[in-house]
């Protein structure tokens, strides 16, 4: 295994050297077989728990907890830095590209403020399931490569087991870090940060001018756009999109309050502390955009020394997000019901669906399923019941036929589109609790097979399908836990 640090190395502004705490007793937990084969890494049990809890040290890693600076909930926040997370180094997959390996729960760092630098077993395994989910899904994500108990008992709401989670990522860099430099006025690291950026991200931006920064900008907007965009597809509410939460890549980050919203409703909102529903399934866009915003500010003295000149320059890549959003959302919203470009009678038809969906309460993946599914069969399904949903099927299929699109190719699309199982709140908390009382992992190990699978229906598929009983409506996820 053949680990360097480019983070590390880009010296002691950007992090800190910081050391994983030793745990009391690591054991591992889960372990993704997939993503160590495409890591090429070859290790014995022994070694997995060891250096995936902190125990020993990768040879060769250098070990760090980043700096950076976030907006949470809308207020500027100067001082964050990984608080619980030691950034181990990269390596690169069989594809040759870099993945960066994190400890999170690995212990205090010089960022930890009044954290005990711990994660309980619950939020790990929770990351554990819902980011390998997304990834089966097709959604841009960090990956787990494992999770190790610590033989500790560690203090939340209650007393609870202790973990490390092992992240991956393409990279740890996040709006937060640039802003931690922007409001430094740290010119020089920002330029460096840019020009990592470019190098791991954006390999196709060769401008060398001033212009490159607005490039850069562009393709993180787009990136965005593409990842919200992927959230909405399937249904995925982050929760807790703070800057510091977004990556450069455009790879979903921190999974800690997020949900998966059941009955179609765009304000939903489970997370705890998100009383305003500022972080709103519906909202999401207008929080990717308010984002990306901030970043272009870290920018502006480096586009143009003239500020007012600055702004000119971002202001349209900013204001173009709702437009360049909406037509990405219409295509995507059209794939869902079987139209391979968004156009006029297709737009029309999924508005319709969704204000139907909201109206009646009908479950959001449960929906697309069903309609895909009568595509092929003849029996009713149970979401497709009202008089209004009947009529907006028979619309629908009239659409199809005079847009000459063949059962058989809509069938096709929408089953590439809408997943037939996604991980439903009521079944990772049940798994969560059980994992917790006894650290078995069985139930982990088989929803994860079945999420495995979303677009196709395996013999276990229908274990995970079910809405809760009564809605998620009391459903609440906890942050920083
Ligand atoms: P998060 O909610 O995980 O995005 O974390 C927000 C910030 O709080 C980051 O700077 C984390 O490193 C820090 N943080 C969260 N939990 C802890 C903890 N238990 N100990 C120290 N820092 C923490
Ligand atoms: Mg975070």
């Known amino acids: 295994m053949r680990i360097s640090n480019q983070y590390a190395a880009l010296g002691t502004k950007f992090s800190s050297s910081s050391t994983p705490e030793v745990p009391k007793l690591p054991q591992l937990l889960l372990w993704n077989e997939q993503l160590a084969d495409d890591l090429k890494l070859n ?5 997995i728990a060891n250096y995936f809890s902190g125990q020993k040290l ?28 030691h950034l181990l180094g990269e390596v690169a997959n069989k594809q040759g590209k870099i993945q960066e390996i994190q400890l999170k729960g690995s212990g205090q760092t010089p960022f930890s403020r009044n954290g005990d630098g711990k994660c309980g077993i619950k939020p790990a395994v929770r990351e554990y399931i819902m980011s390998e989910a997304m990834h089966a899904m097709g959604v841009p994500t960090t990956r787990c490569l494992a999770v190790i108990t610590t033989g500790e008992e560690i203090h939340r709401q209650t007393i ?3 973990a490390v989670v092992t992240r991956l990522a393409s990279s740890h860099i996040r709006v937060g870090t640039f ?4 409001a430094r006025s740290m010119q020089t690291e920002i330029k460096i940060l840019v020009d990592l950026t470019i190098k791991r991200h954006y390999p196709n931006i060769t401008l060398t001018n001033n212009r490159k920064y607005l490039s850069l900008l562009q393709q993180v907007i787009d990136k965005q756009i593409e990842l919200v965009i992927e959230w909405t597809r399937v249904g995925f509410i982050h929760g807790v999109m703070n800057t510091d939460n977004t990556l450069l890549s455009g790879e979903t980050i921190d999974y800690g309050p997020c949900a998966m919203m059941g009955v179609y409703d765009p304000e939903t909102v489970f997370s705890s502390i998100d009383r305003n529903g500022r972080y709103a399934f519906g909202n999401q866009a207008n929080i990717a955009q308010w984002n990306m915003a901030r970043l272009a500010e870290c920018f502006l003295n480096l586009i143009d020394e003239d500020e007012k000149q600055a702004i000119n320059l971002v202001m349209p890549l900013i204001e173009a997000f709702p437009d360049q959003y909406n037509h990405a959302f219409n295509q995507m919203m059209s794939n869902k019901i079987g139209f391979e470009e968004g ?9 319709k669906l969704l204000s139907l969906m909201f109206k009646h309460q009908l479950d959001y993946t449960q929906t697309f399923v069903q309609l895909q599914e ?9 979401e497709i019941n009202s008089l209004e949903l009947i009529e907006w099927h028979k619309t629908w299929q009239d659409t199809l036929k005079q847009s000459n699109i063949s059962h058989e190719n809509a069938y096709q ?8 199982v996604i991980p439903r709140n009521h079944h990772i908390e049940k798994i969560l609790e059980q994992v917790e009382g006894d650290l078995s992992t069985a139930s982990v190990e088989s929803f994860l097979a079945v999420l495995q699978s979303p677009y196709s229906v395996t013999k276990d598929t229908s274990l995970y399908q079910d809405m809760p009983p009564g809605g998620d409506l009391n459903y609440q996820t906890y942050c920083g836990t």
């Not at 802003?179 to 922007?182: D, G, N, S």
């Not at 156009?343 to 508005?351: F, P, S, T, W, Y």
């Not at 009568?374 to 149970?382: G, K, M, R």
């Open 43 to 47: 290790l014995s049990e022994e070694q």
């Open 58 to 85: 990768i040879p060769d890693s250098t070990p760090v907890a980043m700096a950076y600076s976030g907006h949470q909930f809308g207020h500027f926040n100067p001082q964050l830095g990984d608080g619980r997370a």
């Open 160 to 162: 609870t087991p202790g």
């Open 179 to 182: 802003e931690y430099f922007a």
């Open 343 to 351: 156009n006029v009678e297709a737009n029309k038809l999924h508005q």
């Open 374 to 382: 009568s595509l092929i069969a003849a029996e009713s399904h149970a």
């Open 413 to 420: 699309l929408m089953a590439n589109n809408n997943p037939v």
